[in-house]
C-alpha cells in the first residue's frame, strides 16, 4: 500500500465531529458550600442538571440524525466525576444501543484539581487572588493549575489519536462516527485551546461554557481539521469570548482546502513579532 493510500485511510478514519459537553448542573453549582463536605468527585448533579442532560442528549442525536441520515454512530469519552458520569447516563437516553460504538471512562479529562475538601471562605479568597494572577497559571494550594490540566489534555488528545489510527473506533467504514466528551467547563477550554493551538493570552478570553452546552467541532472540506464556525454562529463565537482573529480562523477553516493551510497558518505569527518585513522589503545580500 502505498502513502497515498494510506493518508486516504486515515483521512477516512477521522470522526466527524468532536462534541465537547459539559455536565449538568451540580450540587456544587448550586451551593458552592457542597464542597466543604463533600469530594468534588462524588458532587451529583441536580434534578435540574439531569433534565438539562437528557436535553443536550436529545439535542445531539437531532444533530446527528438530521445531518447524517441513517449512517451515524457515536463514541462517548467520560470524565469519571460522579457529575458527568450522571450526565452521560442521561444524555445517553437519547440513543439506541445499535448507535454507540463504545464508551470510555478518561480520568485525565477530569475537573481541575482544587484541592480535598474545600474551605466556602478560603476558596473565595483564593479564586479572588486567580483573577489578579491569571487563571492559566494560577496553581491552587494542593491542587492543579489550567496549565496542569493543559498537559493530561495533550496526553489524552495523544491516546485519541492511537484509537483512531489502530482503527479501533471503526466499525464500518461507511458509518459517521463523531465523538463525544462528556467532561468540565476548564476542561474543555483547555481542550479547544490546545486543538486550535491558541495562547495563554487568548485563553484567558475565554468564558466558561455553560452547564450542558455543546460545543460542536466538525471537519473541513480538507477532512484535516476541525472547525467550530460549521455549527456555530459568529455571534456565540464572539460569546464564548474568541477574538475576531480567532472567529475568522475558524471561519476561514470551515472552507478551506488542502492545499492553503499552510499560508493560513501564518495568521499565528502575529501573536509573537511584530512590523515582520515583507519578503520584497528583504535587504540585498552586500556584494
Not at 455549527?231 to 475568522?248: D, F, N, Q, T, V
Request: proline share 4%; charged share 30%.
Amino acid at each position: 500500500m502505498n502513502r497515498e493510500e494510506t493518508s486516504h485511510i486515515r483521512r477516512r478514519c477521522l470522526p466527524k465531529r468532536i462534541i465537547l459537553v459539559r455536565h449538568g448542573e451540580s450540587q456544587g453549582n448550586l451551593d458552592t458550600a457542597a464542597y466543604s463536605t463533600t469530594p468534588d468527585h462524588k458532587v451529583p448533579l441536580t434534578p435540574q442538571g439531569a433534565e438539562q442532560a437528557r436535553a443536550a442528549g436529545e439535542s445531539i442525536h437531532h444533530m446527528l440524525s438530521s445531518e447524517d441520515g441513517d449512517n451515524w454512530k457515536v463514541y462517548f469519552y467520560v470524565s469519571p466525576y460522579e457529575r458527568t458520569r450522571a450526565t452521560l447516563r442521561e444524555l445517553g437516553r437519547a440513543f439506541p444501543r445499535h448507535r454507540i460504538v463504545g464508551v470510555r471512562e478518561e480520568c485525565r479529562i477530569r475537573e481541575q484539581d482544587f484541592g480535598n475538601f474545600q474551605v466556602e471562605e478560603r476558596m473565595k479568597a483564593i479564586k479572588e487572588a486567580r483573577e489578579r494572577f491569571g487563571r492559566f497559571f494560577f496553581r491552587f494550594p494542593e491542587g492543579e493549575s489550567a496549565a496542569d490540566v493543559f498537559d493530561r489534555v495533550a496526553s489524552f488528545m495523544e491516546s485519541l489519536w492511537r484509537d483512531i489510527d489502530m482503527g479501533r473506533l471503526e466499525q464500518d467504514e461507511k458509518a459517521e462516527v463523531s465523538f463525544v466528551i462528556v467532561s468540565h467547563g476548564l476542561t474543555s477550554r483547555v481542550f479547544l485551546m490546545k486543538w486550535f493551538k491558541w495562547t495563554v493570552e487568548q485563553f484567558e478570553l475565554l468564558n466558561n461554557p455553560s452547564n450542558c452546552d455543546i460545543r460542536v467541532m466538525q471537519l473541513g472540506p480538507s477532512s484535516r481539521d476541525y472547525t467550530l464556525a460549521l455549527h456555530h454562529s459568529e455571534e456565540e463565537l464572539r460569546r464564548w469570548g474568541l477574538s475576531p482573529e480567532m472567529i475568522a480562523d475558524q471561519q476561514w477553516r470551515a472552507t478551506a482546502n488542502r492545499g492553503s493551510w499552510h499560508e493560513n497558518d501564518l495568521w499565528h505569527l502575529g501573536n509573537f513579532f511584530e512590523h515582520l518585513k515583507d519578503s520584497h522589503d528583504d535587504e540585498k545580500p552586500v556584494e
